[in-house]
């Protein structure tokens, strides 16, 4: 038995509200933006075509700085770009800070092979024990 008196009231539709969705659409669109800008492992100032080889070994260290050389002979230390002359100064002021990381060097294919050296040179007269080349693997 039910004692309600149902046919005096409206029936209520029922409602979803959509505003607190779509707060959370954009949260979570913004947390992946974010996030996203982390991950990056090239650089964005500095395009680079690296050469292929078949051999060598993954760079898996956290420890690491990356020296970005373009095809022109433009140099980047991971997100800034510095001139040919800053280069010692900036090595030196890293060495000094973290004597034993990494350094990765990532040159352009069509740089010059001259300038590659030049750089390591470089690295190893400031006091630099591990300094590698990037490639990307052959296919």
Excluded: C
């Excluded at 292929?52 to 770009?81: K, M, N, P, W």
């Excluded at 034993?100 to 024990?129: C, M, P, Q, S, W």
Aim: proline share 4%.
């Amino acid at each position: 038995m039910n004692f309600r008196n149902t046919r005096g009231r409206q029936r209520e539709e029922p409602t979803l509200e959509i505003t607190p969705l779509i707060d959370v659409v954009f949260l979570l669109l913004l947390f992946f933006l974010i996030t996203s800008n982390f991950v990056r492992e090239n650089n964005t100032q500095l395009p680079l075509d690296l050469p292929a080889a078949g051999s060598g070994d993954s760079a898996s260290d956290t420890d690491r700085t990356i020296i970005f050389v373009g095809a022109g002979g433009e140099l980047q230390i991971d997100d800034e770009q510095i001139r040919d002359t800053e280069l010692k100064a900036r090595l030196e002021a890293l060495h000094a800070k973290t004597p034993d990381v990494h350094l990765l060097i990532k040159g352009d294919k069509a740089t010059n092979y001259g300038r590659i050296t030049e750089i390591i040179d470089t690295a190893k007269e400031v006091g630099f024990r591990r300094v590698n080349l990037v490639v990307k693997p052959k296919r």
